[in-house]
């Protein structure tokens, strides 16, 4: 069956620095694969979409990579703020309108 | 517009009793999905719909049933509710760019606490 993998250890790093978070997968091909965040105590927000055929995708500090050979894609966060403090999921479109997640890595951000 | 918008907030409900967790949409979204999360395991598909009467299953739908009589609304309805179902309800909608195709972000509601004792 098909399998998001997230780091399942908390991220901790420092106001400035470059967070690094990774989701790999196995078991299919995504035509899509999309990173939201979440707060807790509310529902996931969508920040990125990339598409099979982007390597990679920015948005103001959030960058995403995407690499179909390796089944992973890699989300980085450039001057990390405290206020960036979430957990960050990693969802992929696996066809027939169904989109499934990762079960997210939370990042800390120490000011 | 409100997005989505799902109720109650918070619900505690007996083994074996039955109830159904509201969702509703402004956006006219076609897609609409349900997902439940638990410590550790992520958001789980239960159920989604891409229309108006038309549904389908998930990776987790046993013990669930839905509907959708309306694109706004999208209610699920646990049956028999087993203590198994304590988690948080996750309702979703999205507009597909593509017919057919998931290129799109998905805006989900604030959530349902169920716990089943």
């Known amino acids: 069956s098909q399998k998001i993998e997230q780091n399942s250890e908390a991220l901790n790093i420092q106001e400035g620095k470059t967070a690094t978070l990774t989701c790999n997968y196995t078991n299919y091909s995504p035509a899509y694969l999309q990173w939201y965040r979440q707060d807790p105590g509310r529902g996931p927000v969508f920040l990125l979409l990339?598409?099979?055929?982007?390597k990679e995708k920015r948005k103001e500090r959030l960058k995403v990579t995407f690499d179909t050979t390796l089944k992973q894609s890699l989300f980085h966060i450039t001057a990390s703020q405290p206020a960036d403090s979430a957990t960050y999921l990693c969802a992929l479109d696996i066809g027939g309108f169904k989109t499934i997640f990762g079960a997210g890595t939370r990042l800390f951000v120490k000011a | 517009n409100a997005g989505v918008t799902q109720t109650p907030k918070f619900q505690v409900l007996k083994t074996g009793q039955s109830m159904t967790l509201q969702c509703a949409q402004d956006?006219?979204?076609?897609?609409m999905s349900w997902y439940r999360q638990d410590p550790g395991m992520g958001l789980r598909l239960i159920h989604y719909?891409?229309?108006?009467?038309?549904?389908d299953q998930g990776e987790v739908p046993n013990g669930y049933n839905v509907s959708r009589s309306t694109t706004e609304d999208f209610p699920l309805r646990l049956l028999s509710a087993a203590p198994s179902q304590t988690s948080v309800y996750f309702c979703?909608?999205?507009?597909?760019?593509?017919?057919?195709?998931?290129?799109?972000?998905?805006?989900f509601g604030q959530g349902t606490r169920l716990t089943v004792v």
């Open positions: 956006m006219n979204h076609e897609y």
């Open positions: 719909s891409v229309g108006a009467g038309i549904t």
């Open positions: 990339i598409r099979e055929n982007e």
């Open positions: 979703a909608s999205s507009h597909p760019k593509s017919p057919g195709q998931g290129d799109t972000e998905a805006f």
